[in-house]
């Protein structure tokens, strides 16, 4: 059994205010970022089983932008009430066929614009694809944009992520690991903004709600660790990287990594923390304005090089 293990990087060589150099680049994919947040939060709204003609929307609209990224794209269909329901995939090939997963749900709960939740994770993985096109791996990404996350699908063996493990699974699938984009948007200065869900935890932890968080179960730790160590050699923001028994804390598996661990890979989700810091989380009031663009693109920036490190490609420089 792996044991528990947790690592904080705040103030590490190169954190702090990019340079001129920086800037521009990063102004240019916060603006990407928000975009894309308005496009889904605003324009289409809640998408899902609940609102076909918005769900619908949503996807070609996803289907959109992967493809003038670049990417075939690969549509994975079944049916959910009557309603379709897609798993899109743009695949990187790489020498090695061990590939790696980086992913995100498109799909909202009711009655919710869900611009952090989780239309944030959504406009990173099209960034990714944008910014990986032409790319060489030596293992295989795969950038993936999951159904049916939200209840009343979440823990019921129906979310789009656990239908794609499994398949996965079934196929004899080689993953070097899955990387969950998952509510990334919120980040506060204020002390005492960052909530835990013991107060003990907080007599160890962060409250104040500037910070990332790479986080799963135990069983991921090791892959954990790796991409933690690649972010925290350059942290654009802070870094709060761990692994707790779900038994302890069910919170470490509320989101599309979950099906991975269930399947037997190694997974974790990277996120703000959603309701431990965003008071907007699951109602009509994740809207697009409420979100750090900024912060966002930093973060990105950061999930990049970790993506290009473990996937075997050259480093990367701020463009």
């Not at 990063?26 to 928000?34: Q, W």
């Not at 799963?216 to 991409?227: K, L, M």
């Amino acid at each position: 059994m792996q044991l528990p293990y947790i690592r904080q990087w705040r103030r590490v060589e190169g954190f702090g205010a990019p340079g001129a150099r920086e800037v521009a680049p990063m102004a240019t994919l916060a603006e990407e970022l928000r975009r894309d947040v308005i496009m889904l939060a605003e324009h289409i709204g809640p998408r899902g089983v609940h609102s076909p003609k918005a769900y619908a929307l949503a996807r070609e609209f996803l289907v959109s932008c992967l493809q003038r990224a670049g990417h075939a794209v690969k549509q994975h269909e079944y049916d959910e009430g009557g309603v379709t329901c897609v798993n899109f995939e743009a695949v990187i090939e790489g020498d090695d066929p061990r590939a790696l997963v980086v992913g995100a749900h498109y799909d909202s709960v009711e009655n919710c614009p869900a611009a952090n939740d989780n239309a944030s994770g959504v406009a990173g993985i099209l960034a990714l694809a944008r910014r990986l096109h032409g790319a060489k791996p030596k293992h295989t990404i795969r950038l993936v944009l999951f159904a049916n996350e939200e209840p009343p699908f979440f823990n019921m063996n129906a979310m789009g992520s656990q239908i794609y493990a499994r398949a996965c699974r079934a196929r004899g699938d080689e993953l070097v690991g899955m990387i969950c984009l998952e509510t990334i948007g919120c980040f506060m200065s204020a002390k005492n903004s960052q909530n835990w869900p013991n107060g003990i935890a907080g007599l160890i932890l962060p409250t104040t709600g500037d910070f990332i968080a790479f986080v799963g179960n135990t069983s991921s730790r090791g892959f954990i660790q790796r991409c933690a160590e690649i972010f925290g050699k350059r942290a654009e923001v802070p870094l709060l990287a761990g692994t707790v028994p779900t038994s302890l804390a069910p919170m470490v598996e509320w989101s599309d990594h979950r099906g991975f661990n269930e399947a037997g890979y190694e997974a974790f989700m990277v996120t703000d923390t959603a309701p431990l810091r965003y008071e907007h989380y699951h109602k009509p009031t994740d809207t697009h304005e409420k979100l750090d663009y900024v912060t966002m693109a930093r973060v990105l920036i950061g999930v990049e090089r970790v993506v290009r490190e473990v996937a075997g490609m050259p480093t990367l420089t701020i463009s």
